[in-house]
């Protein structure tokens, strides 16, 4: 009796977690925006969607909604200005807005040079100079300094770097 008792609440409890809903991918829009709502707003009526086709690093990708993402699973941001040069609409117009909306984090977890393995594969890309060891081992992102233009991310060995909507500035 109680073992049938433990097996249907083990049942209950692993049907209640595979009924979860999977983690999305979180959203991340191009530089060059001071007014996120507008991607919602103008981006899924635009026909053209040039500044996706003009992405020098093929990172601006159009998703289901209409509105521009960047995926950073192969490349980063340049910053060459080319989409804010294709945007008609005005989304993309701000170029002193020269950095991603979202913060870019290291999980010390997965991280091999957290766990005293020789790795600095993340500095090296890093044209702002925003990753920093501490020590031989355990890198740290300045967010102060990082443009979160995501070349850390797939030259990451481990993939322990992430990128998440939303500047989360160290003061």
Same mark, same amino acid.
């Given at each position: 009796?109680? &073992? ?46 040039? @500044? ?10 159009? &998703? ?15 910053? @060459?200005?080319? @989409? ?10 701000? %170029?002193?807005?020269?950095? +991603? ?5 290291? &999980?010390?977890? %997965? ?11 993340? %500095?090296?890309? @890093? ?31 481990? &993939?322990? +770097? ?10």
């Amino acid at each position: 009796m109680i &073992d049938e008792e433990r097996r249907g609440l083990f049942a209950s409890l692993s049907s209640a977690i595979k009924r979860e809903k999977p983690d999305r991918k979180p959203v991340v829009r191009p530089p060059y925006n001071n007014d996120p709502s507008l991607f919602h707003k103008i981006c899924p009526d635009c026909i053209e969607k040039r @500044c996706a086709e003009v992405c020098e690093e093929e990172i601006i990708f159009i &998703d289901e909604a209409g509105t521009p993402t960047l995926n950073f699973s192969q490349k980063g941001c340049t910053f @060459c200005d080319a @989409c804010a040069d294709a945007c008609n609409a005005g989304v993309l117009s701000d %170029k002193t807005v020269n950095f +991603i909306d979202a913060t870019v984090e290291i &999980d010390v977890l %997965k991280c091999i040079a957290w766990q005293q393995v020789m790795c600095s594969s993340c %500095k090296e890309p @890093c044209l702002e100079d925003a990753i920093a060891f501490l020590g031989l081992f355990r890198p740290e992102i300045d967010m102060n300094r990082c443009t979160a233009c995501g070349w850390c991310i797939p030259v990451c060995p481990a &993939d322990a +770097i992430k990128i998440v909507p939303g500047r989360k500035d160290k003061t």
